[in-house]
């Protein structure tokens, strides 16, 4: 009621809630330059390595190309980065949930480790994933259609493009057991709908395939398959993770009806 009748109130909540979120976006920020800094002489040799999969499917001897005049050097950094994100991604992940714990209730912040530690886990899973078994299927699957009169050289920044889209969108998609949970212990969708919805969701992981990846059904399986069978394993965590968990609920909200 205080801070109906006193705008100011909000105002001051408001800029507080923008300077914490400046604070971690700031801190998120210096972890992940100081780790790209820290790489930045191998970046060459960590684009090496993410090429790896496509020399392999690629004809003896053939190498891919760069047709811009700054691309061998942009490049390389580009890849660099984002490797900088990926082994940052726990801390970066951590500032998140700091950023939103301050809502929370007690037993619900004791839960942003584990948070934490599975979705960095499970991204990390997902572009191995993607990695290592989706590109040795998909590369030399499309290569084999090409015809014996092109030689297949890839262009270093398309390449690049590809493979960061690929490794978003499989990294995301093992996330999806810690999104179900989240949802059902937050009470933004009850388990039942979720399970309700079910059809929705596995057409909307083939299109979801269709939209991202190549347009070979290899490839769409491939992520298609795993976002579906990722989403029923959320669905046989939730109520677990619900059960545990919603026990201490009545100990901690507020107990205005005494004080009424």
Known sequence: MAEENNP???????????????????????????????????????????????L?????????????VITPFLIPIKVTMMAAVLVSLPWVLYQVWAFVAPGLYAHEKRLIAPLVISSSLLFVVGVAFCYFFVFGVVFPFINNFAPKSVSVAPDIDAYVDFVLTMFVAFGVTFEVPVIVVVLV????????????????????????????????IMSQLLLAVPLVLLYEVGLLIAPIFERVTRAPDSADEPKSSTAD
């Not at 700031?26 to 780790?35: D, I």
């Not at 790489?39 to 960590?46: D, L, S, V, Y």
């Not at 392999?56 to 811009?68: D, H, N, R, V």
């Not at 933004?188 to 299109?207: C, D, H, S, T």
């Open 8 to 54: 100011a109130a909000g105002d001051d909540t408001f800029i507080s809630h923008l300077i914490e979120l400046r604070s971690r976006l700031v801190k998120a920020s210096a972890v992940v330059l100081v780790v790209f800094l820290c790489m930045m002489p191998f970046a060459a040799h960590i684009f090496d390595v993410l090429a790896a999969p496509m």
């Open 185 to 216: 212990r937050m009470g933004l969708v009850p388990l039942a709908k979720l399970k309700q919805i079910r059809p929705y969701v596995i057409v909307g992981a083939f299109v979801i395939a269709a939209v991202v990846t190549p347009p070979d």
């Open 56 to 68: 392999a499917a690629l004809p003896t001897g053939s190498k891919m190309i760069a047709t811009g």
